[in-house]
C-alpha cells in the first residue's frame, strides 16, 4: 500500500528548526547588525561591550538571521585570527531565573572552567577574568527576553550590560549583548538605570510581505517538494492566507501549511498539493484561541465553553443565546457530575474579556474569530481540545 509516491522529497526542509544558508529578505537586517561589529573586529583588543535590540513580531525570522548573522561574525573574526564564539540562549526554554542563565552563559562561552556551584555573580566574573586571561571573545545573544522579564524580576539587563565594569582596565571580552524580543514592551518591565544601559541599537523586522513569503517559501519548496507537486497557484494562496492579519506574516505558520498540506496530499493519494488540502488544513489548525489560552481557564469557564461550543455545533450556527447556553451548559454539568453553573452571565463576559467568545448582543454570543465555512470542522477540534484540557 505504501508504494505510492510522496509529494516530499525531503520534509525536514519545511521544519522551522532547519534554518538555510540563505535567508530572502533579511540581508539587510543582517547587513545592520554587521555593521555594529565592523569597528570591534578591527580593534578587538580595545573592543567594548554592545548591546543591541532586535524586535520584530511572530515568525519573522529574528531567531533564524541572528544565527545567521552570528555565522557570518563568527567567519570574519576567523579570518583576522579571532578566537570568537557565540553564545545564543533562549530565555524561555533555557533561562528558568538569573542563575541558571548565567550557568548557561558560563558553561557555553568558557566550559573550561565552568562550575554548577558558583554564585550567580561569581559566574560572571569568573567568565570575564577567563575571557580576558586567555584573550577570547564571546558573542551573547539572549533570544525571548519579553518572555523572561514577565516572569521575574531579576535584574540580568543591568548586570549583563555592565560586564565591562567587573575588571576595569581592559576589555571585557563580551563584544556584544543581542537581546531579541516581540516588540518593545518589554522595556515596562526595566527600570530607568538598565533601559539606560540597554541603549538605543534598534534592528526592526517587518512582517513579511505577499512576494516577500513567496521568494522564501520557493526556495523552501525546491528543497522539500518533489518537482510539480507544489504549483505556483498553492504558493500563492499559502502567502495570501500568511499575510491575513491574524497570521501576520508568521513564517513559521506558512511552512506548518505546507507540510500538513503535503501530508494531507499523500494521505489522500494525490501526486500534488491542491488549493483544497491548503484551505483544509487552514481551517483545522488555525485557531486564534491557542490551547495555552484553554489551559488558563477555570472549570467553570471551561463548562460554559463547551456548553456554547457544543451547541452552536449541534445547531449549525456561529450565534446563539445567553439561554440557550445555559441549558447546555447544565447538561454539561451533569454529564462532568459538576454543580449547575451560577452567575452565567458573569463567566460569559469573562470569556469576552479574555477574548475567547464574541458578544454581539445577548442573543448573538459566538466563539472569536470563526469562519462560518469551517465552523463544524473548527467546532469539533475545538470540543475536543476543552474536553482534554478538562482532565
Ligand atoms: N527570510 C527567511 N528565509 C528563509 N526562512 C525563513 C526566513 N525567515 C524565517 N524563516 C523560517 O521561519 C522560521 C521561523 O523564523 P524565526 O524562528 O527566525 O522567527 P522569529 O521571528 O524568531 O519568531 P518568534 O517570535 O516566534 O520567535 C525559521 O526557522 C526559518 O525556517
Ligand atoms: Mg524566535
Same mark, same amino acid.
Not at 516530499?8 to 528548526?17: A, G, N, T, V
Not at 517538494?225 to 507544489?230: M, S
Given at each position: 500500500m505504501r508504494n505510492r509516491i510522496s509529494v516530499?522529497? %525531503?520534509?525536514?526542509? &519545511?521544519?522551522?528548526?532547519y534554518i538555510p544558508k540563505n535567508l530572502p529578505h533579511r540581508d539587510g537586517e543582517i547587513e545592520r547588525l554587521l555593521s555594529f561589529f565592523k569597528d570591534t573586529l578591527e580593534n578587538i583588543s580595545k573592543s567594548h561591550l554592545k548591546t543591541i535590540q532586535i524586535t520584530g513580531g511572530v515568525g519573522s525570522g529574528k531567531t533564524c538571521t541572528d544565527f545567521r548573522f552570528a555565522q557570518i561574525l563568527l567567519e570574519q573574526a576567523e579570518e583576522q585570527g579571532i578566537n570568537l564564539k557565540h553564545v545564543y540562549i533562549n530565555l524561555k526554554l533555557q533561562g528558568k531565573s538569573k542563575v541558571v542563565l548565567y550557568r548557561n552563559i558560563l558553561e557555553q562561552g568558557a566550559s573550561e572552567i565552568y562550575s554548577a556551584s558558583l554564585s550567580a555573580e561569581e559566574m560572571l566574573r569568573r567568565l570575564v577574568k577567563y575571557l580576558q586571561d586567555e584573550k577570547k571573545y564571546i558573542l551573547i545573544s539572549l533570544d525571548e527576553i519579553d518572555y523572561f522579564l514577565k516572569h521575574t524580576n531579576q535584574q540580568i539587563v543591568y548586570d549583563l550590560t555592565r560586564l565591562n565594569e567587573i575588571n576595569p582596565g581592559k576589555p571585557c571580552g563580551v563584544i556584544g549583548l543581542i537581546v531579541i524580543a516581540r516588540n518593545t514592551d518589554f522595556h515596562q518591565n526595566l527600570d530607568k538605570s538598565e533601559l539606560s544601559t540597554l541603549g538605543r541599537n534598534y534592528v526592526e523586522f517587518k512582517p513579511y510581505t505577499s512576494s516577500q513569503i513567496i521568494d522564501i517559501l520557493e526556495q523552501r519548496v525546491k528543497e522539500a517538494?518533489?518537482? %510539480?507537486? &507544489?504549483s505556483n497557484e498553492v504558493l500563492e494562496y499559502i502567502a495570501d492566507i500568511t499575510v491575513t492579519p491574524t497570521v501576520n506574516g508568521d513564517i513559521r505558520y506558512a511552512l506548518d501549511l505546507l507540510l500538513y498540506s503535503g501530508h494531507l496530499a499523500d494521505n489522500e493519494g494525490f501526486k500534488h498539493v491542491t488549493p483544497e488540502h491548503v484551505r483544509k488544513v487552514h481551517g483545522e489548525t488555525y485557531h486564534p484561541i491557542t490551547s495555552e489560552d484553554i489551559q488558563n481557564l477555570s472549570e467553570r469557564e471551561k463548562y460554559v465553553l463547551l456548553g456554547l461550543v457544543r451547541f452552536l455545533k449541534y445547531e449549525e450556527t456561529p450565534y446563539t443565546s445567553l439561554g440557550e447556553i445555559r441549558s447546555s451548559c447544565d447538561v454539561v454539568c451533569e454529564e462532568y457530575d459538576a454543580n449547575k453553573i451560577e452567575k452565567l452571565e458573569e463567566i460569559v463576559q469573562n470569556l469576552h474579556d479574555k477574548g475567547i467568545i464574541d458578544i454581539k448582543s445577548l442573543t448573538k454570543i459566538g466563539v472569536s474569530g470563526l469562519a462560518a465555512e469551517d465552523l463544524s470542522r473548527y467546532l469539533d477540534n475545538l470540543i475536543e481540545r476543552v474536553k482534554s484540557g478538562m482532565d
Open positions: 516530499f522529497i %525531503d520534509e525536514e526542509k &519545511l521544519s522551522p528548526r517538494f518533489r518537482a %510539480d507537486a &507544489l
